[in-house]
């Protein structure tokens, strides 16, 4: 395994916590993001590297990963002081494990794009259930992996029942990539034009699309504020990523707000079809 002291130290501490038998080893790590925002896929294809955002100072959650930080904290925790003196190029990555077969990666609340990585990846990484910002108490590794049944059993929102995955070591995108798998509404975009770029396959999943006359039948799912801004941002009636991503660069919208909208059209956009396994001959396979 490409493991550093400080992975190994983590991946010792987690798994004297875990129980259970082995994951099936066909499941995949996916990292959920949002590709149009701050040139991530500009900075995958110039750096080859999939970073923490410890480097990056971005991310589709919170931006607490500074020491002291409640990211720092919360590995702390985790991992038992394993990374508590590590820079932050050598600080684990954060995806969830792909259980349930869904085409837009396992944790499409953090974005409509995810990498998802080799069968190889799975012996280097962690995992938890609930997700890490939750303070969870369950923990596994590929080896004693006992989480899938605890999600599986829960009564959770569709966008939260993740079984989060941290992955220690580099992730690099010419090894440890399978695809980056992008929604439809970015073909013939610069994002295509960057993705095509990097050193992994391409493919497509079916996408989210969500119609306003849809959308205002859920008012208490985040709130009719968030009704309201996806209404007023929506093109021709329809909201997509990428109309949320063109919408978050005119920089007029709170990000917050905009994240807010982003899980309706992930929770509410999404056919049948966009949960279900990724069938890579169906929706393409586009090799840059």
């Keep these: 395994m490409d493991l550093h002291a400080y992975g190994r130290r983590a991946l010792r501490h987690v798994t004297a916590l875990s129980t259970g038998g082995p994951v ?22 110039d750096g080859g590297m999939y970073l923490s955002q410890f480097v990056t100072g971005t991310s ?35 995806g969830a494990l792909n259980f349930r077969g869904k085409a837009v990666g396992a944790a499409p609340r953090f974005g409509s794009a995810h990498l998802r990585l080799t069968a ?29 049944d605890l999600a599986r059993a829960d009564t959770k929102d569709g966008l939260d029942d993740y079984v989060e995955a941290q992955v220690h070591g580099p992730v690099r995108l010419d090894r440890d990539v399978e695809a980056l798998v992008l929604d439809p509404c970015y073909r013939g975009t610069d994002v295509e034009a960057a993705a095509q770029r990097l050193p992994c396959p391409l493919e497509w999943h079916p996408g989210f699309r969500l119609a306003v006359a849809e959308l205002a039948r859920h008012p208490e799912y985040r709130g009719p504020r ?22 978050a660069r005119t920089g007029r919208h709170d990000e917050q707000d905009l ?24 929706i393409g396979d586009d090799r840059g």
């Design 24 to 45: 099936d080893p066909s499941l995949r790590i996916t990292l959920n993001f949002h590709p149009d925002r701050g040139a991530v896929i500009e900075r995958l294809a």
């Design 259 to 282: 994240k807010r909208v982003w899980h309706y059209v992930a929770h509410f956009g999404a056919t049948s079809e966009t949960f279900g396994r990724n069938d890579r001959t169906a």
């Design 60 to 94: 589709s959650g919170g931006l607490t990963a500074f020491p002291g930080g409640d990211r720092w904290r919360w590995e702390q925790r985790m991992f038992g002081g394993a990374y508590d003196d590590a820079p932050g190029h050598l600080r684990p990555v954060y």
């Design 120 to 148: 190889a990846v799975l012996a280097r990484a962690t995992f938890c259930y609930p997700d890490s910002v939750l303070e969870p108490t369950a923990f596994a590794v590929a080896d004693r992996m006992s989480l899938i």
């Design 226 to 247: 968030y009704v309201d801004l996806g209404a007023a941002i929506a093109v021709d009636g329809q909201l997509t990523p990428r109309v949320i991503g063109d919408a």
